[in-house]
């Protein structure tokens, strides 16, 4: 994203603000105050709680397994998901990995900073922070890296950084098997919605799709009551998986947020704007934010499976009749995903731009 007028500005780095050990925070991460972080709801607290479905038993046929998963599908848009194909001592290795990298010096991470050309072009890949598009920004307190996971063919292995030494090989298992469970998952939801073929939102990921993967610092906060990790938003997704080592992730469910627990060895699950649209509105992708926290810090690694930038999507035709009507209109992916970076700076939902 280059623009000849324009520098973008390095923004602060948030692990250093946060070890200078000072009580405040500076005026860019303070959110209004409509969006303060209020008191939010254990989900355990309600009557039907985020579900946590076990994968092996679900391939397997368990009824059970299958009412919770459609449980969770329909009233919360995201689930905990156990019995997966990933073994723990990788899910271990990967949040290892993720926290030696953030751990290195700030001039070995700035190497690969998505600030290039004499700081004239933004690129999504690599370290920093999100776009910086206006003063009046709000900004995340978190860092990231962020990189090209799949396919292996898209991958920019320039900016796959070599410390640790046994991060790239530590990633790339953890993006095969985090496909598998991918795939599964898929399949499952195009049960849910009752499409003819089992691979209908599966195929939708093919050789030309991009899955991205986030990993998340956020670092310990002096005033949690006046920022967030991440602001209010839905994923541009098919689908997004996390895993992440401490409570901080919020989901929004009838005008009330709600605390997604951490079960040790489960991922957060969740549906993206793709498969909203694609279901005509039968399944909704849930509106999440991130909450700082004043005490520890927090480390996550999100995966996102999204579509083929090229890719036009819109609800399949045979979840559209003259009983449920269209609900979205057809958008390129690569539009999409541009609306969703805007989007997000405005506070708005790309998704409403869609819906007819």
């Given amino acids: 994203m280059a623009d000849d007028d324009q520098q973008w500005k390095i923004l602060p780095n948030v692990q250093e603000l946060a070890a200078a050990g000072t ?8 959110v209004r105050d409509h969006d303060r972080p209020t008191a939010a709801v254990a989900s355990d607290d309600v009557t039907d709680p985020i579900p946590v479905v076990d994968l092996n038993r679900l391939s397997a046929g ?35 990995v993720t926290r030696e990298l953030f751990k290195l010096p700030l001039e ?30 709000v900004l995340d307190w978190r860092d990231r890296f962020y990189f090209i996971m799949e396919a292996e063919s898209q ?10 030494p ?7 298992r953890y993006a095969v098997r ?12 195009a049960k849910v919605v009752v499409l003819r073929e089992e691979r209908y939102l599966a195929d939708m990921l093919d050789e030309k799709a991009v899955t991205y ?40 469910r009838g005008g009330q947020w709600y605390e997604v627990p951490v079960v040790p060895g489960a991922l957060v699950v969740n549906l993206g704007d793709t498969v909203e649209v694609v279901s005509n509105g039968l399944l909704k992708s849930p509106v999440h934010k991130v909450v700082a926290n ?12 999204t579509v083929d930038p090229e890719r036009e999507v819109e609800p399949a035709p045979e979840l559209v009749s003259d009983k449920r009507p269209r609900l979205y209109k057809k958008m390129k992916n690569s539009d999409y995903m541009r609306e969703l970076q805007e989007s997000l700076a405005r506070g708005g939902r790309a998704i409403d731009r869609v819906k007819l």
């Avoid at 599908?73 to 290892?96: D, K, R, T």
């Avoid at 046994?166 to 790339?172: G, N």
């Avoid at 985090?178 to 499952?188: H, I, K, N, P, T």
Wanted: proline share 5%.
């Fill in 23 to 30: 009580d405040e925070v500076p005026s860019r991460y303070v």
């Fill in 62 to 96: 368990a009824a059970d397994e299958a009412a919770k998963l459609r449980s969770a599908l329909e009233n919360w848009g995201l689930f905990l998901a156990v019995g997966h194909v990933i073994e723990p001592a990788l899910l271990g290795q990967m949040m290892n």
């Fill in 108 to 137: 070995e991470k700035q190497k690969y900073t998505n600030l290039v050309g004499g700081k004239k072009e933004y690129r999504l890949e690599s370290y920093g922070s999100d776009m910086d598009r206006s003063e009046w920004q």
């Fill in 155 to 164: 991958r920019l292995d320039d900016l796959w950084p070599t410390q640790p």
């Fill in 166 to 172: 046994c991060f790239r090989d530590v990633l790339h």
């Fill in 178 to 189: 985090c496909r598998e469970l991918a795939d599964g998952v898929l399949r499952e939801v």
């Fill in 213 to 252: 993967v986030g990993l998340n610092l956020y670092p310990r906060c002096p005033r949690p009551d006046k920022v967030l990790g991440v602001r209010p938003h839905s994923d541009g997704t098919m689908l997004t998986i996390l895993l992440a080592d401490a409570a901080g992730l919020q989901v929004l």
């Fill in 294 to 305: 004043g005490e520890r810090e927090r480390v996550s690694v999100a995966a996102f499976y």
